[in-house]
């Protein structure tokens, strides 16, 4: 079975998922445009063309729910991504910092299981396909300036200040 897509509006835009047979999330972010996420998918997770569907399941519901105030909704939405073994570690890591909580590359490097490459841990941040799912709004700059972000800085200052009361 292919993979399939939609679209969601949240209040800061248009959000998109693609998600393979199993529900698992490939990629996800802010943006109509499904030709903006599937070249993020590894290409070991492309499975023929990616389907239009009105609603995603579980997915659909964990987005509207965290845009809601629901932070964690999206914490049992199983991800798939593939890369290097540190990346995929660091993914991993990188779901369990909490909401309301954002650490330093720094800190995710150390987090990570490896304090010296704060340089990896932003790659990952910025290699990172599956938006929201995987939290990487939630790594800052040391002394707490935003660092980039695919989907746009304002997007990620949206959801820092969205997840500020679970602090």
Known sequence: ????????DTPIGPFTAVVDADG??????????VDALLPQVAPALRRGEAREVPD???VTRAVRAYHAGEWDAVDAIEVRQRSGEFLEHAWRVL?????????????FAALAGRPAAVR???????????????????VLRIGGGLGG??????????LLDHEAPAA
Do not use: I
Request: hydrophobic fraction near 40%; charge should be positive; charged fraction near 15%.
């Open 1 to 8: 079975m292919t993979s399939q897509w939609s679209t969601v």
């Open 24 to 33: 698992a999330v490939l990629a996800s972010g802010w943006t109509a445009s």
């Open 56 to 58: 995603l399941g579980p």
């Open 95 to 107: 779901r369990k910092v909490p909401p309301g909580r954002p650490v330093t590359y720094t800190e």
């Open 120 to 138: 990896p841990a932003a790659a990952a941040c910025a290699r990172n396909a599956a938006a929201l799912f995987v939290p990487c709004h939630r």
């Open 149 to 158: 972000f695919r989907w746009g800085t304002d997007t990620k200052r949206w």
